[in-house]
């Protein structure tokens, strides 16, 4: 603080926008309806939160985890598992705070189908929402309407978590190197503690084969798991892509291949290699790739039409892991180029491609609003909408 | 596939946002699709006859998501 100033630290003022499905309040424009272009929303409860810029979304099912930069968390949208975390079973259209985490400092969030994380800095982990699954990691199937602490995880620090439809993944740090834990539904494998399938677990229980490797991003979606090693090394478990069988345990997927982020789809995956090469596993149908005929079941592809835009690695620091936006729904995506531009193609029935109609395209596609280009920072995907934050100076 | 008692229904999660929905009553004259309610995807039904009039727990699975052929809607 220089003397005689009263300056406090300048805050980049965000415009948050967002698209597709939303009859259950996830667009937090108010109105319970579907949007099919991009909606600036005027967020007055996250202003007055006084707490920070955005630092991160996690979209579900059908609601939203924001994380504001103060270490505050707001939810909003479908309720009616307990996952927003205000206590009640019920829907919420405005962003609203989660006032039971209010003494925490909150890191991280995640969202699944219909449950939530929060990991605090203090590295605790905090889960509500449907249980139904063991998703929650609590030792039973109920759910849960506000955030209740993992207590598996007392002695350690959680770094992350990730959400799959009705499983989670958790990563710790500590001084015996990085561990993945996973619980929940185990039916295709997307736990990855054993060989054999595991119906389901509702206590973590450690993802087998990273006991010498070091973990530093996990991600889940639908049944599907992934996480990446320091060397950038891609590993995959669960649900199989393209119809191939099912992984019980981490695999190392194109191992010759050094990796820098990976999205994960119901059906699908995009991968981003250090090279700024885009690959996709799986999705082989409804017109993600245009041309299906040189698909083969596991084989990555390169996504036509982008091997003319430029993705450069420096995009990549800037937006984390959503540059390649996690991708919910297995049939629609989202891109962001080096010049912030939005790329969406696949299916558009809910108006999620924010392309201001409901077809679907199989190349991708500049968003626009109002011949206005977005140019965006950072990318979220849920079921079927989509959210795009972009910083003002 | 999971029973919803809100709904009476077998469902499971749409990649809309919504459920897939299919009732006992389908199930039981045959039917085999369980549909959506906000779009025009579809699931295929895999489940043996004999089991869900006794057990409303089990027995359920589901095929691929298949999307209906889908009628352009011009914006203006």
């Not at chain 1, 955005?54 to 099912?61: K, N, Q, R, T, Y």
């Not at chain 1, 995640?110 to 929060?118: L, Q, V």
């Not at chain 1, 849960?144 to 439809?165: D, I, L, R, W």
């Not at chain 1, 736990?191 to 010498?212: H, M, Q, Y």
Request: charged share 15%.
């Amino acid at each position: 603080m220089e003397e005689g100033s009263r300056r406090e630290e300048p805050q980049k003022e965000e415009e948050i926008w967002s698209w597709g499905a939303g009859t259950d309040g996830q667009l937090g424009t108010g109105k319970l309806k579907d949007e099919l272009l991009p909606q600036l929303l005027h967020l007055p409860s996250l202003a007055a939160s006084a707490a920070g810029s955005i630092s991160m979304l996690a979209c579900g099912g059908a609601h939203v985890v924001a994380l504001t930069s103060g270490g505050r968390v707001l939810t909003w949208g479908r309720g009616t598992s307990g996952q927003l975390g205000h206590g009640e079973m019920v829907n919420c259209l405005y962003p609203k705070a989660v006032n039971s985490l209010e003494d925490h400092v909150i890191t991280h969030v995640s969202a699944g189908w219909s449950h939530s994380g929060f990991v605090s800095d203090g590295g605790c982990l905090f889960t509500c929402g449907d249980g139904s699954f063991g998703q929650l990691g609590h030792g039973d199937y109920s759910a849960y309407s506000t955030p209740a602490k993992v207590s598996y995880f007392v002695n350690n620090h959680v770094e992350q978590m990730a959400c799959g439809m009705r499983h989670s993944l958790v990563l710790l740090k500590g001084s015996l190197g990085s561990q993945v834990y996973g619980f929940g539904s185990g039916k295709r494998g997307q736990l990855g503690i054993s060989v054999e399938k595991i119906k389901s677990a509702n206590l973590p229980r450690v993802t087998a084969g990273f006991e010498d490797i070091q973990i530093t991003t996990i991600t889940a979606n639908g049944d599907h798991s992934a996480s990446l090693s320091v060397d950038g090394k891609l590993y995959t478990w669960g649900r199989g892509f393209s119809g191939s069988p099912d992984i019980n345990v981490p695999s190392c997927t194109l191992p010759s291949l050094s990796f820098s982020q990976v999205a994960l789809g119901w059906n699908h995956a995009l991968l981003l290699t250090d090279d700024g090469e885009v690959f996709m596993l799986g999705g082989n149908r409804h017109g993600v790739l245009s041309n299906t005929e040189k698909l083969m079941n596991t084989a990555p592809n390169h996504l036509p039409g982008t091997e003319s835009s430029s993705f450069t690695s420096e995009l990549f620091i800037l937006s984390t892991s959503l540059f390649l936006c996690p991708l919910t729904s297995f049939i629609f995506l989202v891109l962001i180029t080096v010049d912030g531009e939005v790329m969406t193609w696949g299916w558009g029935e809910h108006g999620q491609l924010g392309l201001g109609s409901t077809s679907d395209e199989t190349d991708p596609c500049l968003v626009r609003n109002e011949k206005e280009v977005v140019a965006i920072s950072r990318v979220y995907c849920g079921s079927g909408f989509t959210y795009a934050v972009k910083a003002v100076d | 596939m999971e029973w919803n008692e809100e709904l009476q229904s077998f469902t499971y999660p749409c990649p809309c946002g919504d459920l897939f929905q299919i009732t006992k009553e389908d199930l039981r004259i045959g039917e085999e699709i369980a549909r959506c309610p906000s779009c025009s995807l579809y699931i295929t039904v895999i489940y043996n006859p004999e089991d869900f009039d006794e057990d409303k727990s089990k027995g359920k699975k589901q095929g691929n998501i298949i999307q209906q052929p889908q009628q352009q809607i011009p914006v203006a």
